[in-house]
């Protein structure tokens, strides 16, 4: 039987049959005409700035024509440079504010218009939603507008409430940082509500519905079935919101006009990056503080990685 | 031989979408359109403009003088460019060596960051030997040089002086009965306008400051800095925060802002929160730099009438009463292709006194040529300003001027000397201190801090020091015509 089967196979041809017209065998240059526009795109802007901004961080330069090699200086300034550890400080405590106040916020949100009997569901999340349309540049001009001093909205309310409140406190210039997590706060809870309203949507309902009868109250639900449930969508959000937190550069930019504030209590690690390099045009010294952001973030993501990989496992 | 190629060329269009073949007809008719414009362009001379009132007023000029030119290649045509984004096309050219426009022109901030470089680097032409040759170095007024000085080199025509007087609610103040006429000094400025500090709504704070001025508004910090001698760099270009001059104004500057004798409010030029409060006349009196007026006139037309203009008070009696800031340059990059032509332009349209004198009708700003300043359209009287003639108020102290360094750390330092103020507003204000004398020795400390960073941030530059490393330089650096 087997001989007849393997008889009546044809054996390979020597020379495969080359279909005709549109279905022949394609030569073996022609994936590389297809993949050049993509990687002469990704060489060209991608790879070859990346190299060239490695090299940039060892220099300092006045232009690509001028150069001079000054090795690891700029590194080691850098590691004393004050003013660079002020923007870490600033940063990090944007991060830690963003990640403390708007991930609750957002869940706890989720949470609310994730019950079943709620109505106008749609209606409040469009509301809370709506915020995060709104350009960040607009978000920094509005609140530069309110926490302006007399004559913005939350002084003159304020002073109006509570006479003894002074009309002209500089919110802006002592207070840039919680002014700063506040505009993100308006402009990103309802947008991180969406993934864990997402999240919440996906948590079986036989679940829920045996835990009750089994007697588990609302906390124990929520600790036990609901969070390891969501928690993916939660280290996905922590992880946005950190790497979002360390490029802060728009909204403090245009709510403090242009500059760091006083004291450069508003600067942040992209902005004495941008002063650097197109202000100042140290452009050396700025890839350098670009390169260790990126390792920053690197590092950030790697621990989400293991994060959630253990996760997983466990 | 040539079947074998039709058949690899049918090979080749069998082998592949027709989007690709779409794509390349699509770019080859683009570039058939584009090649043939962008060589049409390169004809003639560009002049980059960051200000559309300056191009409106240059207008004229500019049909002129192409009107007087026999062929193409010298007319030339104006560019508006949004500041930010001249200043990117600018340095990228200047640094990259790709072509710019034949002339620029720029703001001082943007000049000081063509300066970072070794001066030979330095992208626009250098024209202190002709301004020697023409007479122009004694045509010009002096210190309005000094922004495009660098290394005792000059690269640009200055287009301005910019002269600071003080500008002041006259009905408010008139109605009071205070005349601030006989007023030298800033310690008779406030004594004259306290009566006017009134708490009306009871809510234990006045309704009227004498002053806009807050420690965060560095522009203001560096106008009254100047004003009093103070040095932000030596005649080396080294950082000289750390001087007696210096913490004197800011320990006096610091209880204008706190502390029982604050006489200061923060209303920010540029800001719709600011202009409120001038609107309102919760500030009665401003810093004014001769542009500022225009600017003025343009956002806050309700105040007409109601301003009058006087030279600033001075810091001791006999002082100096006014003071600059800001600046504009008409500079001839190096890759320009006929200097000479462009020299010509930029003569014309830097030099001509009707020209001045239409410039100052549109923008309040007075030219830095001397012999301008007798034209009879800078004594006109000035409806804004109460009927007084802006133009002989602002020329009376262009010759009075501060010098100013062209060092593009400037910002920098006059940032630095912010954080200092703004440290020592904190301490009057927790200490409630009056008498700047008590802030003295605080200040010198912080100014010596002050100092040390910028000594630092500044001896990182290896292209100004004079160790300086071995320094690469690619082929094909844009000369000097």
């Known amino acids: 039987m087997s001989e007849v089967a393997s008889s009546s196979v044809p054996a390979p041809a020597a020379n495969p049959v080359v279909p005709q017209g549109r279905y022949r065998a394609e030569p073996r240059w022609v994936p590389w005409v297809f993949l050049a526009p993509f990687l002469l795109t990704f060489g060209v802007f991608l790879v070859w700035p990346l190299m060239q901004s490695v090299l940039l961080a060892f220099q300092q330069t006045f232009g690509p024509k001028t150069s001079a090699w000054v090795g690891l200086a700029n590194f080691n300034f850098m590691f004393h440079d004050p003013l660079f550890w002020k923007a870490v400080g600033n940063t990090a405590g944007f991060a830690a504010g963003a990640v403390c106040f708007q991930l609750p916020l957002s869940l706890g949100l989720a949470l609310l218009l994730n019950r079943p009997g709620l109505k106008g569901r749609a209606f409040f999340r469009m509301i809370f939603f709506a915020p995060s349309l709104v350009g960040l540049v607009f978000v920094g001009l509005l609140f530069g507008l309110m926490f302006a001093p007399r004559t913005g909205l939350v002084n003159t309310t304020l002073h109006g409430l509570f006479p003894a409140f002074d009309p002209e406190f500089p919110w802006l210039q002592l207070y840039i940082l919680p002014a700063l997590i506040f505009a993100a706060l308006w402009l990103y809870v309802g947008f991180n509500m969406i993934y864990f309203l997402a999240a919440l949507q996906n948590v079986p309902e036989e679940l829920m519905e045996a835990s009750a009868l089994d007697g588990a109250g609302p906390w124990h639900r929520f600790r036990h079935i609901v969070l390891p449930e969501i928690l993916p969508v939660a280290t996905f959000v922590v992880l946005m919101s950190l790497l979002g937190s360390l490029q802060l550069f728009e909204l403090p930019f245009v709510l403090l006009n242009g500059t760091a504030g006083p004291d450069n209590r508003g600067l942040t690690i992209v902005m004495y990056l941008y002063n650097t390099g197109f202000v100042s045009g140290d452009l050396g010294y700025a890839s350098a503080i670009g390169w260790v952001l990126a390792l920053f973030m690197g590092a950030f993501a790697l621990g989400q990685r293991w994060f959630s990989k253990h996760q997983e496992e466990s | ?481």
């Not at chain 2, 058949?7 to 073949?21: N, Q, S």
């Not at chain 2, 026999?70 to 790709?98: H, N, W, Y």
């Not at chain 2, 309005?144 to 660098?150: D, R």
Request: with cysteine; charged share 20%; glycine share 8%.
């Open chain 2, 1 to 481: 031989m040539f079947s074998e190629f039709k058949k690899r060329l049918a090979d080749v269009f069998g082998a592949t979408t027709p989007a690709v073949w779409v794509l390349l007809a699509l770019s080859i008719g683009a570039g058939a359109i584009v090649l043939p414009r962008s060589s049409s362009r390169k004809a003639g001379m560009k002049l980059w403009l960051f200000n559309k009132g300056h191009q409106q007023v240059y207008a004229t000029v500019a049909n002129d003088w192409n009107r007087e030119q026999p062929t193409p290649a010298t007319k030339v045509t104006t560019l508006l460019i949004d500041g930010p984004a001249l200043e990117r096309r600018l340095l990228s050219g200047f640094m990259s060596g790709t072509p710019v426009a034949d002339l620029v022109e720029t703001e001082r901030s943007v000049g000081a960051k063509t300066f970072t470089g070794p001066v030979e680097d330095i992208g626009f032409v250098d024209i202190t030997d002709r301004l020697r040759q023409e007479g122009l170095l004694d045509a010009i007024n002096g210190p309005s040089f000094a922004p495009w000085t660098s290394r005792g080199r000059i690269f640009g025509i200055p287009h301005d002086v910019h002269p600071v007087l003080l500008v002041y609610r006259s009905d408010i103040i008139e109605a009071a009965g205070i005349d601030l006429t006989k007023v030298e000094t800033w310690a008779e400025f406030f004594d004259a306008l306290r009566p006017l500090m009134v708490d009306e709504d009871g809510d234990g704070r006045p309704e009227r400051y004498p002053l806009n001025f807050w420690a965060s508004q560095i522009q203001l910090l560096e106008q009254l800095l100047l004003q009093a001698d103070g040095t932000l760099f030596d005649a080396q270009g080294r950082p000289h925060l750390d001087s007696e001059r210096n913490a004197y104004v800011l320990a006096t500057l610091a209880t204008w802002c706190g502390g029982p004798r604050r006489v200061v409010v923060d209303a920010a030029e540029f800001t719709a929160p600011g202009n409120t409060l001038k609107l309102r006349g919760t500030v009665l009196a401003s810093l004014m730099p001769d542009w500022l007026g225009g600017i003025w006139k343009s956002d806050m037309p309700g105040l007409s009438g109601k301003l009058k203009l006087m030279p600033l008070p001075a810091w001791e009696k006999g002082g100096r009463r006014t003071s600059v800031i800001g600046g504009t340059m008409l500079g001839i990059p190096k890759t320009t292709r006929d200097f000479e032509a462009a020299w010509a332009f930029a003569k014309k349209l830097y030099l001509d006194r009707e020209m001045h004198a239409r410039f100052f009708a549109k923008t309040t700003i007075i030219p830095p040529v001397k012999a301008s300043w007798s034209h009879p359209g800078f004594s006109a009287p000035d409806p804004y300003f109460s009927g007084q003639v802006s133009g002989q108020l602002f020329i009376s102290q262009a010759g009075n001027v501060p010098s100013r360094t062209s060092s593009p750390y400037s910002d920098m330092a006059v940032s630095r000397l912010s954080d200092v103020l703004i440290a020592l507003v904190d301490r009057v204000n927790q200490e409630q201190i009056s008498d700047p004398a008590a802030l003295l020795p605080d200040a010198r400390e912080r100014l010596a801090q002050a100092q040390l960073q910028m000594k630092t941030l500044i001896e990182r530059n290896v292209f100004l020091r004079d160790d300086a490393a071995p320094v690469t330089k690619a082929a094909g650096a844009a000369s000097a015509p």
